[in-house]
């Protein structure tokens, strides 16, 4: 009977049962123009979200763009503050920004 109690208290953790959301941005730099995502929820590997979006943005029209996602944060305040510096530092360079529509690339489901 312990162990069956124990069983379930383990169980209804909430570690236990999924992972909490990480969340990230991303952007992609072709000379002047920069294209930036929203925040989203980060399933896959940083490495194949950055391919997609790079894929992404190239579909857009970019040529040969550098894309890179922060490590996604448990926060996402963290990250949406990191984006909006992104966005900052951006203008501040007289970069022209793009945003990324929702949907354009498979890490943004």
Do not use: Y
Request: charged share 25%; hydrophobic share 50%.
């Amino acid at each position: 009977m312990r162990r069956l109690a124990l069983a379930v208290l383990l169980l209804s953790l909430p570690g236990a049962a999924e992972a909490a959301p990480r969340f990230t941005f991303c952007v992609a730099a072709a000379g002047a123009e920069v294209w930036i995502s929203e925040v989203f929820p980060a399933s896959e590997a940083r490495e194949k979200i950055e391919s997609a979006f790079r894929a992404a943005v190239e579909r857009m029209g970019a040529a040969r763009p550098d894309a890179q996602c922060p490590e996604p944060r448990d926060d996402r305040t963290v990250a949406l503050n990191a984006q909006f510096d992104a966005e900052a530092f951006n203008r501040k360079m007289g970069a022209t920004l793009h945003p990324v529509p929702a949907g354009e690339f498979p890490g943004k489901r």
